[in-house]
């Protein structure tokens, strides 16, 4: 798993360790993990053209470092100061290897062949100050691979925001932990690739991070797997309230995601019954109202609903229900906060960004700027576990931050397709009926999901929201191993 702090828990766990160490021994520890890094992108070293962008903060002062070791080894390394001040002992150390400062920085990142960014920290905030802009600008029109260290500067490193210009980085090397911006859009699109360095600091954080990334064996470690004394019903029913006479895609598309989710039988209720039947024999089919339509032990309510009267009352029906509900797309937009809160069963909400903004009464704009404040405010407000899609989806728990926010690293641009959101909520559904909570429900089926449409996607070509649940079976296999 892959966990990420805030910026003042990373502080004070550095400030620990420093406090054991030889004065400058942390920060050469990363400068040389971060020349390690460089040297590996550069595979020739000796000869190699290094630019150092060089704020006042420790990041330059890391850069400095590591721009000294790679001119020990034969680098041509120019330091290009953007900063108040800069670190005396660095800049010493890389003059001293044989570097020196540019006379212009717009000729040598011209001819550069790696541009280390360490013109702000993890605690900058607002995006790349005017005089760095033109020099940030031109790293990036450049042939040069482009390095951040610790963070791509402009990009805030608690929140993921980015609030201004901020220079997109090829890899960013962090050092000790990631830090919760390199793994939630939209900073993770600048971050590029990501690699950790080790520095000592796993001692001395707390065992609960802000942020968390499932990856294969933590997912494989939540699936369901039923015991030899399983039948339909102890695996578990999950009931489907979707589609509509506009939409009926959108039950076939919920039912073929609940099939796929562990589940020991899908109930269908709705006026899609004869699309989903044709579809899948093997689901159950109602005509509703859902609480006439048997026992089943979670509830997904709104693919595809339609704003009517009977929309409504199949919302308000499922809420009053006391097994786990997940609610998307049309449900969200029926949803009454004050009912959502009094549940005492767990409730999963699925909005995408434009669905979240409408819920926090927000521009679809902040939201997308926000991801991270947005999908936790959601939890807080409507006292729901909140899984907020998009090109990076987060899950976050109404729990006052006392669980990390989950950030779900699968996933593909080709996502973006009709009737996607609708297979999630299915295979979500399902999880939860068969007894996963909803924060583990809504990680897993994301997870899966990104999973399935990238194998789909790796052909090259579009894809289609069925054939994402087709690839479902093959998603789950890949995590198991």
């Given at each position: 798993m892959r966990t990420a702090y805030s910026v003042e828990t990373v502080r004070a766990a550095e400030a620990e360790l420093m406090a054991r160490l030889p004065e400058g021994a942390l920060m050469q520890r990363a400068a040389a993990g971060l020349a390690a890094a460089c040297a590996g992108l550069l595979g020739r070293v000796y000869g190699a053209r290094v630019v150092l962008l060089v704020g006042s903060g420790d990041n330059g002062g890391d850069a400095l470092y590591a721009g000294a070791r790679l001119a020990r080894r034969g680098a041509s390394v120019a330091v290009v100061p953007l900063g108040s001040s800069t670190h005396e002992g660095?800049?010493?150390?890389?003059l001293g290897a044989g570097g020196r400062i540019a006379d212009d920085p717009f000729e040598v990142l011209a001819v550069a062949d790696l541009v280390l960014d360490g013109i702000t920290g993890i605690g900058g905030r607002g995006g790349l100050r005017p005089d760095a802009v033109p020099?940030?600008?031109?790293?990036?029109?450049?042939?040069?691979?482009?390095?951040?260290?610790?963070?791509?500067s402009g990009a805030e490193a608690d929140s993921g925001e980015v609030r201004g210009e901020a220079l997109h980085a090829d890899a960013t090397v962090t050092f000790g932990t990631y830090k919760p911006g390199l793994l939630i859009d939209p900073a993770r699109e600048y971050a590029g690739t990501l690699r950790l360095v080790g520095i000592g600091l796993e001692d001395h954080l707390p065992s609960v991070p802000d942020v968390e990334a499932l990856q294969h064996a933590d997912v494989?470690?939540?699936l369901p797997a039923p015991a030899a004394e399983s039948d339909k019903y102890r695996r578990g029913v999950v009931g489907v309230v979707a589609g509509s006479a506009r939409y009926p895609g959108a039950a076939v598309l919920a039912v073929a995601g609940a099939l796929r989710g562990g589940a020991g039988a899908v109930?269908?209720?709705?006026?899609?019954?004869?699309?989903v039947i044709a579809r899948f024999p093997e689901a159950l089919?109602?005509?509703?109202?859902?609480?006439?339509a048997g026992r089943v032990q979670s509830w997904v309510v709104g693919p595809g609903l339609g704003d009517g009267t009977g929309a409504a009352d199949a919302v308000r029906d499922v809420l009053d229900s006391d097994v786990p509900v997940l609610v998307d797309a049309d449900g969200l937009r029926l949803l009454d906060a004050a009912a959502v809160r009094e549940r005492g069963a767990p409730t999963l909400l699925t909005p995408h960004a434009g669905e979240a903004a409408a819920l926090l009464g927000v521009a679809r704009e902040q939201v997308e700027a926000a991801r991270l404040a947005s999908v936790r405010e959601l939890a807080a407000r409507f006292g729901a576990?909140?899984?907020?899609?998009?090109?990076?989806?987060?899950?976050?728990?109404p729990d006052g931050g006392r669980s990390p926010v989950r950030v779900n690293p699968m996933g593909t641009p080709w996502l973006a397709t009709a009737g996607s959101g609708d297979v999630l909520s299915g295979l979500a559904g399902s999880l939860l009926a068969v007894g996963l909570d909803a924060r583990d429900a809504g990680s897993v089926a994301a997870y899966?999901?990104?999973l399935a449409a990238?194998?789909?996607?790796?052909?090259?070509?579009?894809?289609?929201?069925?054939e994402v649940a087709q690839a479902l079976a093959g998603a789950w296999h890949d995590v198991q191993g």
């Amino acid at each position: 798993m892959r966990t990420a702090y805030s910026v003042e828990t990373v502080r004070a766990a550095e400030a620990e360790l420093m406090a054991r160490l030889p004065e400058g021994a942390l920060m050469q520890r990363a400068a040389a993990g971060l020349a390690a890094a460089c040297a590996g992108l550069l595979g020739r070293v000796y000869g190699a053209r290094v630019v150092l962008l060089v704020g006042s903060g420790d990041n330059g002062g890391d850069a400095l470092y590591a721009g000294a070791r790679l001119a020990r080894r034969g680098a041509s390394v120019a330091v290009v100061p953007l900063g108040s001040s800069t670190h005396e002992g660095g800049l010493a150390a890389v003059l001293g290897a044989g570097g020196r400062i540019a006379d212009d920085p717009f000729e040598v990142l011209a001819v550069a062949d790696l541009v280390l960014d360490g013109i702000t920290g993890i605690g900058g905030r607002g995006g790349l100050r005017p005089d760095a802009v033109p020099v940030a600008r031109a790293a990036r029109g450049s042939d040069a691979v482009i390095v951040a260290v610790d963070l791509p500067s402009g990009a805030e490193a608690d929140s993921g925001e980015v609030r201004g210009e901020a220079l997109h980085a090829d890899a960013t090397v962090t050092f000790g932990t990631y830090k919760p911006g390199l793994l939630i859009d939209p900073a993770r699109e600048y971050a590029g690739t990501l690699r950790l360095v080790g520095i000592g600091l796993e001692d001395h954080l707390p065992s609960v991070p802000d942020v968390e990334a499932l990856q294969h064996a933590d997912v494989a470690g939540l699936l369901p797997a039923p015991a030899a004394e399983s039948d339909k019903y102890r695996r578990g029913v999950v009931g489907v309230v979707a589609g509509s006479a506009r939409y009926p895609g959108a039950a076939v598309l919920a039912v073929a995601g609940a099939l796929r989710g562990g589940a020991g039988a899908v109930r269908y209720v709705g006026p899609g019954a004869e699309a989903v039947i044709a579809r899948f024999p093997e689901a159950l089919v109602h005509t509703g109202p859902p609480s006439k339509a048997g026992r089943v032990q979670s509830w997904v309510v709104g693919p595809g609903l339609g704003d009517g009267t009977g929309a409504a009352d199949a919302v308000r029906d499922v809420l009053d229900s006391d097994v786990p509900v997940l609610v998307d797309a049309d449900g969200l937009r029926l949803l009454d906060a004050a009912a959502v809160r009094e549940r005492g069963a767990p409730t999963l909400l699925t909005p995408h960004a434009g669905e979240a903004a409408a819920l926090l009464g927000v521009a679809r704009e902040q939201v997308e700027a926000a991801r991270l404040a947005s999908v936790r405010e959601l939890a807080a407000r409507f006292g729901a576990t909140v899984l907020l899609k998009g090109s990076t989806t987060l899950v976050a728990a109404p729990d006052g931050g006392r669980s990390p926010v989950r950030v779900n690293p699968m996933g593909t641009p080709w996502l973006a397709t009709a009737g996607s959101g609708d297979v999630l909520s299915g295979l979500a559904g399902s999880l939860l009926a068969v007894g996963l909570d909803a924060r583990d429900a809504g990680s897993v089926a994301a997870y899966l999901h990104g999973l399935a449409a990238r194998r789909v996607a790796s052909r090259g070509t579009p894809i289609t929201s069925y054939e994402v649940a087709q690839a479902l079976a093959g998603a789950w296999h890949d995590v198991q191993g």
